[in-house]
């Protein structure tokens, strides 16, 4: 997460430019679409916060603790929504991914703080297992995005726009009258949803 400063901070603007879209998002649609935008704004603002390069802003110590708290929060709160949207099993994990890597690197920064070690995320380890399973988790959640997104761009290029931002990754893609305004981009939903996936998997490699 914290590797070489270029490819921190192109991963940092991706994720705040994700989390700002995210957030336009939130006002339009219905309920359920701007809980679901909410959650990717904090999400994408999240992921950029954790992928400022250590070297140029090292985070206090008490940082990582926040970081887990609040994901714990939004996990606990994605688990609740999932009895009304599968999409926020998606939310689940990503949240849960979140407090795992805040988790790691919090036993980093208390090493580097003993000056046993430097505050990298390749240092921090991890479990091997759960790091694995994550990374297949979104391996396969890029393709299929990626599978997706194909479809939706054509679609809505053709004039036939998928109805709101509001379409979940996994689910049906619903076609109806265009929604005015880049908030309302179908495409531009699903191709934000691919890039915090594609970052979520480069975060997850450097453990």
Do not use: K
């Not at 879209?21 to 994408?44: D, F, H, I, K, S």
């Not at 297949?136 to 599978?147: D, E, I, M, N, T």
Request: with cysteine.
């Amino acid at each position: 997460m914290h590797g070489p400063a270029m490819s921190g901070w192109l991963l940092m603007t991706l994720c705040a430019l994700t989390g700002a879209y995210c957030l336009l998002r939130t006002r339009a649609g219905t309920g359920e679409e701007r809980r679901t935008a909410r959650a990717e704004a904090l999400m994408g603002f999240g992921m950029a916060a954790m992928a400022v390069p250590a070297a140029v802003v090292a985070p206090p110590a008490w940082a990582w603790a926040g970081y887990a708290a609040l994901f714990g929060v939004a996990a606990l709160r994605a688990l609740w929504f999932s009895r009304r949207s599968g999409h926020h099993l998606h939310h689940l994990v990503g949240s849960s991914a979140m407090v795992y890597m805040a988790v790691a690197m919090a036993g980093t920064g208390a090493a580097a703080h003993g000056g046993h070690g430097s505050h990298t995320m390749a240092a921090a380890g991890g479990v091997p297992l759960l790091t694995g399973l994550l990374l297949v988790y979104y391996a396969a959640y890029v393709l299929r995005s990626g599978a997706r997104l194909i479809p939706v761009a054509a679609t809505a290029t053709g004039g036939g726009a998928v109805a709101g931002g509001g379409a979940v990754a996994g689910g049906p893609v619903i076609a109806g009258p265009a929604t005015a305004g880049w908030a309302g981009r179908p495409e531009l939903a699903m191709a934000c949803r691919l890039t915090m996936g594609i970052s979520m998997f480069a975060m997850l490699l450097t453990l």
